[in-house]
C-alpha cells in the first residue's frame, strides 16, 4: 500500500510504547503538530486515513481523539522494520535466498532483485541475500508464483565457520544511523526540556518538532532495525520515535 509522507507522519505519531496496545491522542493535539495543513487540510488526511482503515477517529461528547488501526500498525511495520516487535525480538536466525537457474519470465532476476530490496535483505554477495528470520509470506507466495525452481530458500541458524555480523554491520550502515539517530534524540531531549504543555508549543518550537520528524522519518526508511540486535546498548529508532510521541501526548 503506498502511503504517502504526511499519512506516514501521522500513523508515527499514533504508534503506541512498548507497554501498550492502543493510545489516543487527542485530535486537537495531533492538528497542532502539523503546522504546514490547514485545519481543513488536517482533517482531510485525517478522513482520508480512516477511509483506508488506518486510523480510528473517535468522538465522544467534546471530547475527540485518534488512533492507530491494526492496519494501520502492519503498515508501518512493512514500512519501517525498525519499529516492528517482532524485529526488535529478532534472535539472530536468517533466511537465506540463493538464485540458481533464472526463468525465462526473468532472466536476470530482476523482478526478484527488485523484491528483495523493497524487504530490505541483505545481499551477501551476487545472487545470494539474508533476510532477519522468516521471509514474509508476501514475499514467499510471490517466489512460488515466478521462481520454482530457479532459487533455494533455506534457514541459517548458526554457522559453522565466520559471520555474518561484520558485512550486515556494514551493509546496514549501522555506525551513520546510529549516529543520526543520536544527533536527533540529543535536540529532542533538548527541545522537550522547555515543554510542559503541546498547546502552548510556540511556532518556533513546531517548525523545530517538524523539521526533526522529517529527519527522523528520512532515517527509519532506510533502517532494516537490526541495530538493536547488534549494539543493543545505543539509541535506535523505535526508542526515539517515543520521544517524539512524549511531546504529542504532553
Known amino acids: 500500500m503506498a502511503i504517502k509522507t504526511q499519512s506516514q507522519r501521522l500513523l508515527l505519531l499514533?504508534?503506541?510504547?512498548?507497554?501498550?496496545?492502543?493510545?489516543?491522542?487527542?485530535?486537537?493535539?495531533?492538528?497542532?503538530?502539523?503546522?504546514?495543513?490547514?485545519?481543513?487540510?488536517?482533517?482531510?488526511?485525517?478522513?482520508?486515513?480512516q477511509a483506508k482503515g488506518l486510523l480510528h477517529h473517535e468522538r465522544v461528547g467534546t471530547r475527540s481523539q485518534l488512533y492507530l488501526s491494526e492496519l494501520g500498525k502492519t503498515t508501518l511495520f512493512s514500512l519501517f522494520p525498525a519499529i516492528d516487535p517482532a524485529r526488535l525480538k529478532w534472535t539472530g536466525s536468517w533466511a537465506c535466498l540463493v538464485f540458481q537457474v533464472a526463468p525465462k519470465s526473468d532472466k536476470q532476476f530482476r523482478y526478484l532483485r527488485r523484491a528483495l530490496v523493497e524487504i530490505r535483505a541483505v545481499q551477501l554477495t551476487r545472487g545470494v541475500y539474508l533476510y532477519p528470520g522468516k521471509f514474509p509470506p508476501s514475499f514467499i507466495e510471490q517466489c512460488h508464483r515466478l521462481y520454482t525452481g530457479s532459487i533455494s530458500i533455506f534457514t541459517v541458524g548458526t554457522l559453522q565457520f565466520g559471520s555474518f555480523r561484520p558485512i550486515v554491520i556494514e551493509k546496514g550502515e549501522m555506525k551513520t544511523l546510529q549516529e543520526l539517530y543520536s544527533g536527533i534524540s540529543s535536540e529532542l531531549t533538548s527541545l522537550l526540556g522547555h515543554l510542559s504543555d503541546t498547546a502552548l508549543l510556540t511556532d518556533q518550537q513546531k517548525e523545530r518538532f517538524d523539521s526533526l520528524f522529517d529527519r527522523l522519518l528520512s532515517v527509519l526508511r532506510t533502517d532494516d532495525g537490526l541495530g538493536s540486535y547488534f549494539f543493543p546498548e545505543e539509541t535506535w529508532g523505535e526508542q526515539v520515535l517515543q520521544k517524539f510521541r512524549a511531546i504529542v501526548l504532553l
Do not use: K, N
Open 14 to 49: 499514533l504508534f503506541p510504547g512498548d507497554t501498550r496496545e492502543t493510545s489516543f491522542v487527542s485530535f486537537a493535539s495531533a492538528q497542532s503538530l502539523f503546522p504546514q495543513l490547514t485545519p481543513a487540510g488536517f482533517r482531510s488526511l485525517v478522513s482520508h486515513l
